[in-house]
């Protein structure tokens, strides 16, 4: 990446803080008619089953999956600042990429400072990962080279990302969490820069193996976020008679929903470095539903 363009983003962002604490209105509660997220977003829309919920059931559903989005954001910045300390290390302090990793490191913090407020806020209860999503998480951030990292972290702010910009677009949106959705839009905009650089060093010296790898990676990590959406004990809590029943169905809805709406920039992005092929392509359409 171009010295001067490093340059200016630090620049911005030491001059231009976008700081959570005046940025976002805390002290709004929501109000009649505010939403928490869009409907086409929630795992039951579409089936018959969500036109017999009550308006405050789907309120509830809707406050519990944003809920679940959130712990998703904070998780995948968290994996995205392993990666920039491991890289921050092999950067002499004087080397303006080390500058830029410091700030964008801040800024990232402050993100999952901010979403930790904002689940408070929202009277939020995450659901703790199954020891199925412990073990990856546990195992990519301890044992993946810092490539495969950035991968991984990669595309899991891609489909967060995905999620923010439906929401913060939506008109009936809590302000808080417009505020928090744009913030984080903005932010993610000058990070994003640095990462396209990022992603060309490696995807230029990557040979096949490295990329169908890549690739999975990649697969493995948007189904461990998809599958952090969806949970039996969101049913229960919004008082659902048969909450096993309605997790059956709002799998195979979700998964279906998911691929039509949330991932075409992944495809997009795996696509710009050659990963789908005879060995990769099968995966993405059998687990993730992908139109490769």
Known sequence: MDIKEIERLIKISRERPL????????QLEPEAGDIFLPEALTSLQGLDLYETLTPAQKLELGRHELVQVIASYAWGECLFCVFMTRHLITLSADNVEHQFLIRELIEELRHQEMF???IAKLGGKPIKQSRLHKFFGEFSNKYLPADYLFMGSVSVELVTDVYGNHARRAPDIYPVLKKMFDLHNIEEGRHILY???LL???????????RTLYSYVILFNILFVRTMYVKREIYERIGLENPDEAYKLASKNFKQKFADRCLNDIIEFVNSWKGFNFMTRFAWRRVLGAKV
């Open 116 to 118: 930790a407020r904002v």
């Open 195 to 197: 990462t396209k650089a």
């Open 200 to 210: 060309k060093k490696y995807s230029e010296k990557a040979g096949f193996i490295k």
């Open 19 to 26: 700081m959570p604490e005046t940025y976002i209105p805390w």
